[in-house]
């Protein structure tokens, strides 16, 4: 699509329907923000010497053109890095790897014209599985470990 083509979608743009895109513009991008939030908070529970990148990179994620790919980077290193101190701490867990490959894929499939169509609702819903996941997570490496001591 050409920019000129989104240009003339836009001026057809008028009331309701207007402001119904703006609205759900609105909501998505509070929603990734509230999302990306997890996945720094998640990256902050991991050791420093387990942690693959400084949690504060996946704000990178926001930028234009290489934001996308940056992020199905991220997340494949927040989930290694996952597992990394879940097996440091003896935990159980895989860092979710199985959701994160299936989140990149989709994603990834979605910038492939001819498949969004195909790939927007199962990305939702791998996305919000993720999210969730990525909160556990967080709430389980963030919780203190008490020892016995007699």
Known sequence: MKPEDVLNNLH????????????????AF???????RTLQRAMRTIAPERRPCAPALVWVSLLPLIGILWFMAYIIMLSLG????????????NGAFGVTLGTVTLFALFLVPGYRL?????????WLAHWRRMAVYRKLLAEPVYLMVD
């Open 12 to 27: 057809s743009l008028s009331g309701p329907m207007l402001w119904s895109t703006l609205i759900i513009l609105a909501v």
């Open 30 to 36: 509070v929603a990734n923000l509230l999302y990306y």
């Open 82 to 93: 996952l597992q990394r101190e879940l097996r440091a701490r003896g935990l159980p867990g």
């Open 118 to 126: 195909y790939v927007v609702f199962p990305a939702m819903l791998i």
